[in-house]
């Protein structure tokens, strides 16, 4: 199992949508989750983190997470065509303190 | 400067050269980390920095990558006797800590793009 898994898309979503995107994990301790967006040939960029249990919300985009249950997700509401990129989830295992594990991203298509 | 800078942007080389990537993070931030993305692909863990503790060498693909850290600020990786599945993207990341929770988000360079011909 890997430790962090996304599904690879591509995920198409009409204009004006919500986009979700999910994640799982396997590290039950694990301590703060992220979203990165990567648009193509450029580097990735940080967009939401959340620690706690629950959603967090910025804008656009919610983060959402389950610790229980070992999932965490980003909501994009209104979405545009400039949302179309590769948005990589991470996480802070409690087995690799120090590191952020990388999911393999999941390519999201916005269709006007 | 404002964010995490990488020179150069990007780098020709031929098989069997040694090439060397320079990144300076944030400063202030503590930890630096190197990824490897090649085409298409996900982000490999390379190395990581944390102050003044030994590096984290888990993610080095072969003896021919190293790395350094000079000063706890500005990065070297360096890549000996270069081969062409070494052709990738460079990215270079830090973060003003490392673990837990709050201040260890990770803060991307814009990259380095090796090419091994």
Known sequence: ?112 | GAGVSQSPSNKVTEKGKDVELRCDPISGHTALYWYRQSLGQGLEFLIYFQGNSAPDKSGLPSDRFSAERTGGSVSTLTIQRTQQEDSAVYLCASSRLAGGSWGNEQFFGPGTRLTVL
């Open chain 1, 1 to 112: 199992q890997k430790e962090v898994e996304q599904n690879s898309g591509p995920l198409s979503v009409p204009e004006g949508a919500i986009a979700s995107l999910n994640c799982t994990y396997s590290d039950r301790g694990s301590q703060s989750f992220f979203w990165y967006r990567q648009y193509s040939g450029k580097s990735p960029e940080l967009i939401m983190f959340i620690y706690s249990n629950g959603d967090k919300e910025d804008g656009r985009f919610t983060a959402q997470l389950n610790k229980a249950s070992q999932y965490v997700s980003l909501l994009i509401r209104d979405s545009q065509p400039s949302d179309s990129a590769t948005y990589l989830c991470a996480v802070n295992p409690l087995s690799s303190a120090s590191k952020i594990i990388f999911g393999s991203g999941t390519r999201l298509s916005i269709r006007p």
